[in-house]
């Protein structure tokens, strides 16, 4: 197993389907960067035409605002986000130069209470990335803590946060070397081991809960989809999606609609353009065609438009 591959678990942020409409995930192919839309329901895979940054990593789903925040291997320190809902890629910058960790590695990451959490890779020192707003511009880095409670050398790994402010871990002692299922309580900085063992018996998962709670686990090497027991690290299976994952993040289309395809068509096309400029100018407070909120239907909102132009 490689260094990448023994640390890259990476992320899945799991949430409910809600009525009458499909869940999917958000998935990048292994060793590619494509990004690809899996139906959690019908198991079904769509090319979503997208190009992520460079072998991708630490996919963090932020529900709220339909964002997916990621980093890049190949650029140690480099964070982008995509703007699920006006289809836009952007480079946010560099960790270090908000206070993060110098040129470190992102392998794992999630998404709780308004930041993006990340462990810099060969350690367990884990930091949070705050927002300005609603908007996806850094405020603020922050060193939350060193989860270990020794000072082995680690590899994680992925991370996931419960409702609860409960961090779930899977990482390996890298001197040992033995894997180890943990968890950590954000608010007393606490390391609790769930289960330890040999490398083989943590293969490459990602992991996740859902709404109830309940953890999740998915391999990033075959893409079966597991429940995973907090409290003895029990895996129970629940199925098979036989592809390769090497990134990972959920939504739900209740919660991640398309706002340009304002006809509700499932595709952005002529009739949206024309009832986008039949709503052309100022003022327009609440107006659908208004995309960005500003108040006004102009270029900016043309722009998203066409951005998101085709099968959404």
Sequence with gaps: MSTKAAAAFLTILLVGATPGYAEFVYVTESAGTNLYRLDLDSTDLTDLGETLAADP???????EHCRLYYTDADNPGLLFVWDAESNRHEFLGNLEDFGGPTSAA????????????FVENGTADLWKVCFVGESSQIDAITFVGDMSPDSVTWGFGDIVIDSNGVLYGLGIRTASPTAEFFRYELA????????SGAIESFPAYQLGTDLSGQLLAISEVDGRLFEL?????????????????????????????????LDDSDDV??????????AWGPPCPGCPADLDGSGEVLFGDLLILLAAWGPC
């Design 57 to 63: 990593n630490g996919n963090a789903w932020d529900e």
């Design 106 to 117: 992102v392998f794992c990451g999630t998404f709780w209470d308004g930041c993006f959490f």
């Design 188 to 195: 007393t900085r606490t390391f609790l081991s769930i289960v």
């Design 229 to 261: 027991d907090s409290t003895d690290g029990e895996f129970t299976f629940l199925q098979d999606y036989s592809i390769g994952m090497s990134d990972f993040a959920q939504a739900t289309e209740s919660v991640c609609s398309c706002p340009a395809d």
């Design 269 to 278: 096309g002529f009739s949206d353009l024309l009832i986008l400029l039949a």
